[in-house]
């Protein structure tokens, strides 16, 4: 029998029980929240997309997606590969599936499976890794090229001159180079100084500089053209980068990574080059080649670039070293 004493305090006890369950749920969310925040962006929706695309697959093939069976994903990857998916593509299926896994808390994730890895490594000797379809790098004389055709009597013209130039010498990722601010450049007498808050090595955002000196010939100088830019624009602060449209106004908000890759492909066409060729990504790429070209160091060109793979970036340097330093230049047939 329950005295008058007792009522109340099982209404507590159960109010407690009640509140307690409710700053569970709250941090839960809280936790979800963070821990998606500790991926990129760009990771996270490329981990979403290529978990839809295997459990779509599961699906069709009438199997459990969560948790797989190693030989389910097994039979995944090899179906990829038949149908003409590119390595790279399916090694990244793999990590989106391991992380899926690995949040729903089955460990250990099927990917790991010594099955998946043989046949993966089949799949590597069968179709190679080298990249497909990958953007040629512009070279410096293109990129003179390029800047040649931005007309400096438009605002168009100013901006694109200004973020080809400063997109290819300071080795900017697309991302990294329309995310930046006015207030994140600081022109000095040595050229151009301008904090990343934040890039894709630098997911917690500590927060980096990089410099890019000024250029005797003032067609080329970043400094210069960054300056014609702003001043035409009006830009004293907020997004550094903006769209102009076809009357040559300037339009509110922030250019894209997407747009960059179409500054770059406009100035090719207008240059003669193969627009098809070329992307927002050759900006970079062409900075690594062209400074290992005339012989800058490896740790040089990593450090401008924010590069923390050696492998991605000696790609690049033997690209720039295939001319440079060739034995076949000493033979006279």
Same mark, same amino acid.
């Given at each position: 029998?329950?005295?008058?004493?007792?009522?109340?305090?099982?209404?507590?006890?159960?109010?407690?029980? $009640?509140?307690?369950?409710?700053?569970?749920?709250?941090? *839960?969310?809280?936790?979800?929240?963070?821990?998606?925040?500790?991926?990129?962006?760009? *990771?996270?929706?490329?981990?979403?997309?290529?978990?839809?695309?295997?459990?779509?697959?599961?699906?069709?093939?009438?199997?459990?997606?969560?948790?797989?069976?190693?030989?389910?994903?097994?039979?995944?990857?090899?179906?990829?590969?038949?149908?003409?998916?590119?390595?790279?593509?399916?090694?990244?299926?793999?990590?989106?599936?391991?992380?899926?896994?690995?949040?729903?808390?089955?460990?250990?994730?099927?990917?790991?499976?010594?099955?998946?890895?043989?046949?993966?490594?089949?799949?590597?000797?069968?179709?190679?890794?080298?990249?497909?379809?990958?953007?040629?790098?512009?070279?410096?004389?293109?990129?003179?090229?390029?800047?040649?055709?931005?007309?400096?009597?438009?605002?168009?013209?100013?901006?694109?001159? @200004?973020?080809?130039?400063?997109?290819?010498?300071?080795?900017?990722?697309?991302?990294?180079?329309?995310?930046?601010?006015?207030?994140?450049?600081?022109?000095?007498?040595?050229?151009? $100084?301008?904090?990343?808050?934040?890039?894709?090595?630098?997911?917690?955002?500590?927060?980096?500089?990089?410099?890019?000196?000024?250029?005797?010939?003032?067609?080329?100088?970043?400094?210069?053209?960054?300056?014609?830019? $702003?001043?035409?624009?009006?830009?004293?602060?907020?997004?550094?980068?903006? @769209?102009?449209?076809?009357?040559?106004?300037?339009?509110?908000?922030?250019?894209?990574?997407?747009?960059?890759?179409?500054?770059?492909?406009?100035?090719?066409?207008?240059?003669?080059?193969?627009?098809?060729?070329?992307?927002?990504?050759?900006?970079?790429?062409?900075?690594?080649?062209?400074?290992?070209?005339?012989?800058?160091?490896?740790?040089?060109?990593?450090?401008?670039?924010?590069?923390?793979?050696?492998?991605?970036?000696?790609?690049?340097?033997?690209?720039?070293?295939?001319?440079?330093?060739?034995?076949?230049?000493?033979?006279?047939?």
């Amino acid at each position: 029998m329950t005295t008058d004493a007792e009522g109340p305090l099982a209404a507590l006890g159960a109010t407690a029980d $009640r509140d307690r369950l409710a700053r569970l749920r709250s941090l *839960t969310l809280a936790a979800q929240e963070l821990l998606q925040a500790s991926k990129a962006a760009n *990771t996270v929706r490329g981990y979403r997309s290529d978990w839809n695309d295997f459990t779509a697959w599961c699906s069709a093939q009438r199997l459990a997606p969560l948790p797989a069976e190693p030989a389910t994903v097994a039979l995944y990857l090899a179906d990829l590969a038949g149908s003409g998916a590119a390595t790279s593509t399916i090694q990244r299926r793999i990590s989106s599936i391991s992380q899926a896994h690995q949040a729903a808390g089955h460990r250990p994730s099927p990917t790991s499976d010594v099955r998946v890895r043989q046949v993966m490594r089949g799949i590597r000797r069968t179709l190679g890794t080298a990249p497909r379809n990958q953007k040629a790098p512009l070279s410096a004389a293109e990129l003179r090229k390029l800047v040649a055709t931005c007309p400096p009597e438009t605002l168009a013209g100013r901006r694109d001159r @200004a973020l080809l130039l400063i997109g290819d010498l300071g080795a900017f990722r697309r991302s990294e180079l329309v995310a930046l601010d006015a207030e994140d450049v600081a022109e000095t007498d040595a050229g151009l $100084r301008i904090r990343l808050r934040r890039s894709k090595t630098d997911q917690e955002a500590a927060g980096t500089e990089k410099g890019i000196p000024r250029k005797a010939d003032p067609e080329v100088c970043p400094a210069r053209a960054l300056r014609a830019w $702003r001043e035409a624009a009006g830009i004293e602060d907020g997004p550094l980068w903006r @769209a102009v449209n076809r009357h040559d106004q300037i339009q509110p908000g922030r250019l894209t990574d997407r747009a960059v890759a179409l500054v770059v492909k406009r100035a090719c066409r207008r240059a003669g080059l193969d627009s098809d060729r070329y992307a927002g990504h050759s900006l970079r790429s062409g900075f690594a080649t062209a400074a290992a070209e005339a012989g800058a160091p490896e740790r040089a060109i990593m450090r401008q670039g924010g590069w923390t793979s050696e492998a991605m970036v000696r790609r690049y340097i033997r690209m720039g070293d295939l001319f440079r330093e060739n034995a076949a230049a000493y033979v006279d047939p």
